[in-house]
Nanobody
Framework: QLQASGGGLVQAGGSLRVSCAASGRTFITYTVAWFRQAPGKEREFVAASNRAGYPYYSNSVKGRFTISRDNAKNTVDLQMNSLNFEDTAVYYC?????????????????WGPGTQVTVSS
């Protein structure tokens, strides 16, 4: 089971950190990704950390967001800096045993319920 936390309200230009925790699973054997879904839009890929811990980012967040995993704590965090209004969305963490990342949500077997991130202008 995955659980995302850390969402909230932040002003444009600010920072927020969301965290994905796993219960009953060991993240070390999973590629873990973050997706987001803004109101009226489809869910989109944000970032991923493959089983080796290598990060991948969508072009829209590259340079602003950082994904990191702590295998000892069994968590994968997403540090979000320089947030803007377009980053407002529900953020979901997803995991799969795949070796490398995918931008397609259908490639991830396990999902958490999501956490709301709202950026005010």
């Amino acid at each position: 089971q995955l659980q995302a936390s850390g969402g909230g309200l932040v002003q444009a230009g600010g920072s927020l950190r969301v965290s994905c925790a796993a219960s009953g699973r060991t993240f070390i054997t999973y590629t873990v990704a973050w997706f987001r879904q803004a109101p009226g839009k489809e869910r989109e890929f944000v970032a991923a950390s493959n089983r080796a811990g290598y990060p991948y980012y969508s072009n829209s967040v590259k340079g602003r967001f950082t994904i990191s995993r702590d295998n000892a704590k069994n968590t994968v965090d997403l540090q979000m800096n320089s947030l803007n209004f377009e980053d407002t969305a529900v953020y979901y963490c997803a995991a799969d045993h795949r070796t490398t990342y995918s931008v397609y949500e259908s490639e991830y077997a396990y999902w958490g319920p999501g956490t709301q991130v709202t950026v005010s202008s």
